[in-house]
Nanobody, 125 residues
Framework: HVQLVESGGGSVQAGGSLRLSCAAS????????MGWFRQAPGKEREGVAA???????SYADSVKGRFIITKDNAKNTITLQMNNLKPEDSGVYLC????????????????????WGEGTQVTVS
């Protein structure tokens, strides 16, 4: 049973930074893809960043150059460093995982992921 628990959300002024973490338990696959998604009220869920077990990363165009996704295999954790935050970055950020390496077109698509966390709120004003 896979559990994903997000932490690190909060409120910040535009231009500030936040660091989100996702701790995975029951997840011991040698090949996997993990990602961050966000959902704002009235909007569709949007893929933000993804990282695969081989270290390759993918980013939405809207966050390239501002967000960095990393993984810590020893701690079974991924993090999302978010810099130069904008009000449009606000939303609930959810961690997702799948026990496969995903085709590029699926890495930022919710269709590619089986397991999901409950999310953490990020508010940028």
């Amino acid at each position: 049973h896979v559990q994903l628990v997000e932490s690190g959300g909060g409120s910040v002024q535009a231009g500030g930074s936040l660091r989100l973490s996702c701790a995975a338990s029951g997840f011991t696959y040698s090949r996997y893809c993990m990602g961050w998604f966000r959902q704002a009220p009235g909007k569709e869920r949007e893929g933000v960043a993804a990282i695969e077990s081989d270290g390759s990363t993918s980013y939405a165009d809207s966050v390239k150059g501002r967000f960095i996704i990393t993984k810590d295999n020893a701690k079974n954790t991924i993090t999302l460093q978010m810099n130069n935050l904008k009000p449009e970055d606000s939303g609930v950020y959810l961690c997702a995982a799948d026990r496969r390496l995903l085709q590029p077109r699926l890495r930022l698509s919710e269709l590619g992921y089986k397991d999901w966390g409950e999310g953490t709120q990020v508010t940028v004003s």
